[in-house]
């Protein structure tokens, strides 16, 4: 099914989760176990992250640089289609902007289709150090906006070139949202206007950045729904299960940690994984309270800790 169709048909509060591929040159089998952990907890969908090239420069022995460029984690729609498949779990892989051209875009959206994956998660995507070369002949979406239109012309059965009798494709398109304000909006009316944007362009769903204070979450809500934004909007949590993850999540996802959860975590670092589930069990319980129609827990590539929050709640 559709994610929007899952949250429809759904009589409480449902649990989805998001995972990474392996890295290159690692096997499957690691994803493999994460969800074969996670099938016992019903899980709605399961979120599957895309990674652009990075270039990696090496100093050779006569001095010179040798630059080179690589994906450090392929194999998104393979393990969509793995998933989805094997277990019969529907699958929601992310598209980016960075990176992929237009044609590309929608070489994987027929591919998808394919495997009948019919659900996407389209974002802009982290900038790295590398800048692909682009044929002048091929175009790219700069902003996520511009992604969610692309892939609504699918939908629509509209393609970059002009095909006679051109098969509409059925898709569930997803975006992301900021609870504390995308760190590159000047203020929250330009976030949330840019956010209605996409919903405007086709987008069915949102699904949030992490947050560990539930009240950034409701006044996102509350921010959305004034601006006019009705479709459903999915928190989306992170569980803390190491000190060094006070500092690294701020600076890299803008995210706030209270207070209260640092101070734990800082006098107890050997126990911060369970502080991390009691916090996050916490969330889930509110969240659970107050109808959320789903909630996202980023499991990335440990699912112990993860399962033993949605097994305390559901």
Known sequence: MRVIEHLEKASGTLFSYE???????????DIIDIVEQIIPYEPAFIDVT?????AIYEELPDGSIKRRVNK??????????LIQNRYNIDTVP?????????????????ELNYLGIHNVLAIRGDETN???LVDSSRTRNVHSVNLVGQLADLRRGRYLEDIENSTAIDMCIGVGGYPEKHYEAPNFKTDIAHLKAKVE??????????????RFYFDFVERCRAAGITVPIIPGLKLIDRPGQLTSLPRNFYTTIPEELADEVVANPK?????GVRWTQKQCEQLVAAGVPCIHLYVMNDADAVVRVVDSVK
């Open 19 to 29: 995972i990474i591929p392996p890295p290159r040159g690692k096997s499957v089998r």
């Open 201 to 214: 362009a086709g987008a069915d769903y949102i699904v949030t950045q992490m947050f560990y204070d539930n």
């Open 72 to 81: 450090k984690r392929p194999g998104t729609i393979s393990v969509c289609g």
């Open 50 to 54: 895309s990674h652009m090239a990075e």
């Open 94 to 110: 992310h598209l980016l902007c960075s990176g992929f051209t237009r044609e590309e875009t929608e070489d994987a959206v027929i």
């Open 271 to 275: 126990h911060a994984r369970e502080i």
């Open 130 to 132: 590398y800048k692909k």
